[in-house]
């Protein structure tokens, strides 16, 4: 899993002439959803390495829209400017089409497994996902947190709500999503490290 993250991290990594999309902050983001979903994999019995990278892999649709479709995408970008769009609705109204579902379309060409593809699809939507509910709802709420904590940025600056169909997958009230926070927290602290090991 951390061989195909550093695959996923050259291929698409670094480009000079995208939308806009800061790629620093972007790639810190990732692997802090990454790290993020690990952590609460831990606590919740979830398999942590595929929690890993498919933590890592949420958001890769931003990186081929702002790459491959900068003249379209660069209006979504101008929209959540004023930090009150999310970068998933800007989307759907500039494009008509999400970076979630560009990227379950491109993880799917990739040959990889149906239970990244579905947690790349419905990581914002985790009651839609017909299968692997558990590890999309994880991610979901890794996301969620690592914005909270405002580690890197996945493209916007607004904090979305974690999904009430996301706790009950994981059989958890508000009282243990504080203790996933302080969790995440801790995990955290290596992300860095890793990012840099990936841009070495």
Same mark, same amino acid.
């Given at each position: 899993?951390?061989?195909?993250?550093?695959?996923?991290?050259?291929?698409?990594?670094?480009?000079?002439?995208?939308?806009?999309?800061?790629?620093?902050?972007?790639?810190?983001?990732?692997?802090?959803?990454?790290?993020?979903?690990?952590?609460?994999?831990? %606590?919740? #019995?979830?398999? @942590?390495?595929?929690?890993? =990278?498919?933590?890592?892999? +949420?958001?890769?649709?931003? !990186?081929?829209?702002?790459?491959?479709?900068?003249?379209?995408?660069?209006?979504?970008?101008?929209?959540?400017?004023?930090?009150?769009?999310?970068?998933?609705?800007?989307?759907?109204?500039?494009?008509?089409?999400?970076?979630?579902?560009?990227?379950?379309?491109?993880?799917?060409?990739?040959?990889?497994?149906?239970?990244?593809?579905?947690?790349?699809?419905?990581?914002? %939507?985790? #009651?839609?996902? @017909?299968?692997?509910?558990? =590890?999309?709802?994880?991610? +979901?709420?890794?996301?969620? !947190?690592?914005?909270?904590?405002?580690?890197?940025?996945?493209?916007?600056?607004?904090?979305?709500?974690?999904?009430?169909?996301?706790?009950?997958?994981?059989?958890?009230?508000?009282?243990?999503?504080?203790?996933?926070?302080?969790?995440?927290?801790?995990?955290?602290?290596?992300?860095?490290?890793?990012?840099?090991?990936?841009?070495?």
């Amino acid at each position: 899993n951390v061989v195909m993250a550093a695959q996923v991290y050259d291929k698409l990594g670094n480009y000079d002439d995208g939308a806009g999309l800061d790629l620093k902050a972007f790639w810190r983001h990732a692997v802090g959803v990454g790290f993020a979903s690990r952590a609460i994999s831990k %606590k919740v #019995q979830q398999e @942590a390495e595929a929690s890993f =990278l498919a933590g890592m892999l +949420h958001d890769v649709g931003k !990186i081929v829209l702002d790459r491959y479709f900068g003249e379209y995408y660069k209006g979504v970008i101008e929209i959540v400017q004023d930090g009150t769009t999310s970068i998933y609705t800007a989307e759907q109204e500039i494009m008509g089409v999400t970076h979630a579902e560009i990227g379950g379309v491109l993880a799917g060409e990739w040959k990889f497994a149906n239970n990244y593809v579905n947690t790349i699809i419905y990581h914002h %939507k985790p #009651q839609d996902a @017909a299968r692997y509910k558990r =590890l999309v709802s994880l991610v +979901h709420i890794a996301d969620v !947190i690592t914005r909270q904590l405002e580690f890197g940025s996945g493209g916007d600056s607004t904090v979305p709500e974690v999904e009430e169909a996301a706790l009950d997958q994981l059989s958890m009230q508000a009282r243990g999503l504080e203790m996933l926070v302080e969790a995440v927290k801790e995990e955290l602290e290596g992300a860095d490290s890793f990012l840099a090991a990936l841009s070495s």
